[in-house]
């Protein structure tokens, strides 16, 4: 299976349409559909069904641009390292996390970047749990997660200041009156959310577990894991958004915070992976930050 027929699978998935695809790549439309189905072939599953206009990709046509959307992240991200090589030997860092605590890591990267490591800091919004992913297939050197699920798999250096849940509302809402809100309040509240409370099992699931029982039978009108079109989703009106109170802080203008009875909060951290070996940009950084904990310069 070559690496230069599944980016064109890619291609094809995403304009949904062979003719368009061939114009896109400049190949001829005989050709690409040709590699499509040695690519069929090859792996013993059809892969799309031809329509009117287009095409539509089968369970097996998903499954594979998933994959392959991995695979050819992964063989770009190498041929920017070794690309970077010819004018940073030492390459960039790339973090992956959730924005609830960008502040901590921010304040990490900012130590870096004022060390004069030499390499640009590349960071990608996601959920502990794609983050951990992420990790594990070697396409970020560093991830902000909110809670480390298999321990015996990282290292990590945890931040000192917990990051708080809060509900934001409008300022119309008759819950923005309440000091504090409890399951009760939100149970039958529209709700916008973080995908990652979706998917994020039970057992690691700290919002799902403050909710309890009620968690499966919440009203959620929304989700998403951008943080900026949640916040202006709960900013229309559209529903609360349970988030970071280091979150709420941004664009809030007539908006509402309201902290969780009882307290829902958790220390984050800065993870890596035991087993895999680090850049040199990644392994200078790792060891300013540890110097600096064991000097105390980092709380």
């Known amino acids: ?14 304009e949904g349409n062979i003719t368009n695809a061939a114009t896109r790549l400049h190949i001829g439309q005989p050709t690409l559909s040709r590699q499509l189905k040695e690519l069929e072939q090859e792996l013993g599953q059809k892969l799309f069904v031809r329509q009117a206009h287009g095409i539509r990709l089968t369970e097996a046509g998903q499954n594979l641009r998933l994959s392959a959307k991995e695979m050819v992240a992964i063989s770009d991200k190498i041929e920017q390292d070794f690309a970077l090589m010819a004018t940073n030997p030492l390459g960039d860092i790339y973090i992956g996390g959730i924005d609830g605590y960008l502040g901590e890591g921010a304040k990490l990267m900012r ?11 590349h ?3 996601c959920c502990s749990s794609d983050a951990l992913t992420m990790l594990d297939r070697g396409l970020i050197d560093f991830a902000i997660v909110s809670q480390i699920v298999r321990i015996d798999h990282y290292e990590a250096i945890r931040f000192a200041k917990k990051g708080q849940w809060i509900a934001l509302m409008r300022a119309d809402n008759p819950l923005a009156t309440k000091e504090r809100l409890v399951v009760e309040d939100l149970a039958q509240e529209p709700l916008v959310m973080y995908d990652q409370a979706l ?5 690691y699931n700290s919002l799902a577990q403050w909710f309890g029982d009620s968690f499966p039978r919440l009203n959620i009108v929304a989700t998403s894991n951008l943080t900026a079109a949640l916040i202006s989703l709960a900013q229309e009106g559209i529903g609360t958004l349970l988030t970071w109170e280091s979150i709420a802080t941004i664009s809030t203008h007539d908006m509402a915070i309201i902290p969780l009875c009882p307290e829902l909060a958790a220390r984050g951290a800065l993870v890596w992976h035991k087993d895999r070996p680090l850049s040199p940009a990644a392994t200078r950084y790792l060891s300013l930050l540890k110097e600096l904990l064991d000097t105390g310069v980092i709380p």
Request: aromatic share 12%; net charge positive.
């Open 123 to 125: 960071y990608t919004s």
């Open 1 to 14: 299976m070559e690496l230069r027929v599944l980016k064109y699978y890619l291609v094809v998935a995403q």
């Open 111 to 121: 130590i870096g970047l004022e060390r004069n490591l030499g390499a640009t800091v």
């Open 199 to 203: 998917k994020t099992p039970y057992e």
